[in-house]
């Protein structure tokens, strides 16, 4: 098997990044994802950080002999925001514990897609649908999650 470049690594971070926060996507404007919603379901969780910690795994088995000092850079950043996501994932901070994570994705999401114009008005409106249609999903995902509300 090939050893893997760093810029194909990069590639599935982002890849991975964006498939599984597709909101976020939507304001850093990827648009691949604007139909969907965050999973936080116990599968999606479990997709979730299984593929953080193969990335991370991966990250860590990386020749970076060759890397420009922007290359390290991102290869760090990414290395430390995969730690903290695995972190959040695993405490009662984030889907776990934080009624605000639901919440948030429930509004923002439909919202993203009419503050940039990322694409034509019918298709970021048949998009926002798309996310209210998964809304109902989302916040049951968040009853099953959360079983009290933050101390503070």
């Not at 002999?65 to 430390?80: M, N, P, R």
């Not at 009662?92 to 034509?120: C, D, I, K, M």
């Amino acid at each position: 098997m090939a050893a893997v470049t760093i810029e194909r690594w990069l590639d599935r971070f982002f890849d991975a990044y964006y498939r599984h926060r597709p909101v976020n996507a939507t304001f850093i404007g990827v648009h691949e994802y604007d139909d969907r919603l965050p999973d936080y379901s116990n599968n999606g969780v479990a997709d979730v950080t299984s593929e953080m910690w193969t990335l991370l795994q991966d990250l860590d088995a990386l020749d970076r002999s060759g890397a420009s000092a922007a290359q390290e850079i991102d290869l760090t950043l990414a290395g430390g925001y995969l730690r903290v996501q695995l972190w959040e994932f695993g405490s009662r901070h984030f889907q776990a514990g934080n009624p605000a994570v639901y919440t948030s994705e429930a509004v923002f999401g439909p919202l993203s897609l009419l503050l940039r114009p990322g694409a034509p008005l019918d298709a970021r409106l048949d998009a926002a649908f798309g996310r209210f249609e998964r809304v109902p999903a989302l916040l049951a995902q968040g009853r099953e999650n959360i079983d009290r509300a933050p101390a503070k």
